[in-house]
């Protein structure tokens, strides 16, 4: 028989139905019937409930490990974090007991020495919390407006710190505000005495400073001054009480053409965001007022007239 007399189609057992475009259609349209169905109706809802309390503790099973695996890293972090803390306290104790007992001696020397001198105790000054409200409104100044004024008994030329170093000075007062200018001010003038040294400068804000930085003026090119110097208050002004922390010294640069170094200095307080302040009662009125001087007596004689 010849080929091409030969029928090509499939018996009737093995014809597959509806073909694969149709069957394509049928399954689009479920999906999207079953998608629609069950964002109006939430049929398959309690579906979804039945196959997840199933297939729950297989997930509780399969994730055991990786928690048991978690925990052991936590647990071992955490003492290896609490053995590291442990050694920093016990070592930070130490230099504290150590500072404790030095301050002890110290202070008792101190005491026997005044005694031996018979000067007058230092001078302990009051203080204020006050809260900083805004910013003064002059652009060309360093200022901020504190809440406290002549109500609360603040006066002019009270010293303003923070829990860091000193903060400014009040300028202005006001029944119930207070105007503190920064330390960071060009017309502000601080004396400041070099820890390490112990060497007497003046402090004054840089103008030419944007970020807020001060300058040791009137220090010679040779003058011992080194960077991470602390500078603290000296308390020969009569305003601010010695020992007061008001800047670091972070650049000095020795100049050939000036007899004067230029030494930058960054403010040990937060002059750009503090939120509460103390300020504390000038050491000027503490301090006794200066005796009278006596007058003169008459280097001339009397001499009697006949």
């Not at 109006?40 to 196959?51: D, K, N, T, Y």
């Not at 925990?71 to 071992?76: D, E, S, T």
């Not at 402090?203 to 220090?219: I, K, P």
């Not at 230029?262 to 009662?281: F, K, N, S, Y």
Request: glycine letters at 8%; hydrophobic letters at 45%; one cysteine or more.
């Amino acid at each position: 028989m010849p080929l091409g007399t030969l029928d090509r189609t499939p018996p009737p057992f093995f014809r597959q139905g509806l073909s694969a475009l149709s069957k394509l259609i049928v399954c689009s349209a479920l999906a999207v019937f079953l998608m629609v169905a069950d964002t109006r109706l939430h049929i398959a809802q309690p579906l979804r409930i039945a196959v997840a309390g199933l297939l729950y503790p297989a997930q509780w099973l399969v994730l055991q490990p990786i928690g048991w695996s978690r925990a052991a890293i936590g647990y071992l972090q955490g003492l290896q974090t609490s053995q590291s803390a442990e050694t920093r306290a016990r070592a930070q104790l130490g230099m504290q007991s150590q500072r404790a007992n030095q301050v002890e001696q110290l202070l008792l020397e101190n005491a026997r020495l005044r005694d031996l001198l018979a000067l007058r105790e230092r001078v302990t000054t009051s203080a204020q919390v006050a809260q900083v409200l805004y910013d003064a409104a002059d652009p060309f100044s360093r200022k901020v407006v504190v809440d406290k004024g002549l109500i609360a008994g603040i006066a002019t030329g009270s010293p303003v710190i923070d829990e860091q170093g000193v903060l400014g000075q009040v300028t202005r007062v006001y029944p119930a505000l207070s105007e503190v200018t920064l330390v960071t001010d060009r017309d502000h003038a601080t004396p400041v005495l070099n820890i390490r040294t112990g060497a007497r400068g003046v402090a004054y804000g840089d103008s030419a400073s944007y970020t807020g930085g001060l300058e040791l003026r009137f220090m010679g090119a040779n003058s011992d001054v080194q960077v991470g110097d602390l500078l603290a208050t000296s308390g020969v002004d009569g305003v601010y009480p010695p020992g007061l922390p008001v800047a670091r010294v972070q650049r000095v640069d020795r100049r050939v053409d000036s007899a004067f170094a230029r030494i930058a200095l960054e403010p040990v307080a937060l002059v750009g965001g503090t939120v509460h302040v103390m300020i504390l009662q000038p050491v000027s009125e503490q301090v006794p007022d200066r005796p009278l001087a006596e007058p003169a007596p008459a280097s001339g004689k009397r001499t009697n007239k006949k």
